[in-house]
């Protein structure tokens, strides 16, 4: 599994990309538990 961060400024960074095997989307309203897996799941090699 990769994970990827994206920074944007404004919606019209944005840009549509068709990649195999990449899903994006928006979690709203937000879940503050997505947040807690996903930074556990890169720290955790580095503890």
Do not use: C, F, K
């Not at 944005?14 to 897996?37: E, F, K, M």
Request: glycine share 6%.
């Amino acid at each position: 599994m990769m994970t990827y961060y994206l920074q944007m400024e404004s919606p019209d960074d944005l840009v549509s990309v068709h990649r195999v095997g990449l899903a994006l989307r928006i979690i709203d309203p937000t879940d503050g538990r997505v947040n807690q897996r996903l930074s556990r799941e890169v720290g955790e090699p580095w503890q």
